[in-house]
Nanobody, 115 residues
C-alpha cells in the first residue's frame, strides 16, 4: 500500500512564504509525475504545479514566478515552495503522484493566507 503524506500547511500573512512537503511511502517501484493541486471553498480542484521524473515542471498561470516545485527522488518527496502568498491562494493543497503506475492522492493540507 502506498501513502502520500503532506506537511507544511498553515496560516500565513499575505506576502509571506510557506513550503509544503509530500512524502511517498510503502512499496515503491517507480514514481513518475508528481504534483500539487488545490481546492478552495466552493471551487473545483485545480492543478497548481507538476514535475516529471526528469525534473521538467509546469505551473498554473496564477502561481508562475511565485511558486516553485521540486522533488528529491532519493526521498520520494515532492516540495512546493510558495512565496509572495496572496489571499486567493487560500485552499486545501493536495499532493498527487503516479506511483507504480497508479494515481495516488494525499489527504490534503490547509493553507490560509490572511490579508
Amino acid at each position: 500500500q502506498v501513502q502520500l503524506v503532506e506537511s507544511g500547511g498553515g496560516l500565513v500573512q499575505a506576502g509571506g512564504s510557506l513550503t509544503l512537503s509530500c512524502a511517498a511511502s510503502g512499496t515503491i517501484l517507480s514514481i513518475n509525475n508528481m504534483g500539487w493541486y488545490r481546492q478552495a471553498p466552493a471551487k473545483q480542484r485545480e492543478s497548481v504545479a507538476r514535475i516529471t521524473s526528469g525534473g521538467s515542471t509546469n505551473y498554473a498561470d496564477s502561481v508562475k514566478g511565485r511558486f516553485t516545485i521540486s522533488r528529491d527522488n532519493a526521498k520520494n518527496t515532492v516540495y512546493l515552495q510558495m512565496n509572495s502568498l496572496k489571499a486567493e491562494d487560500t485552499a486545501v493543497y493536495y499532493c498527487n503522484a503516479l506511483v507504480n503506475l497508479y494515481n495516488y492522492w494525499g489527504q490534503g493540507t490547509q493553507v490560509t493566507v490572511s490579508s
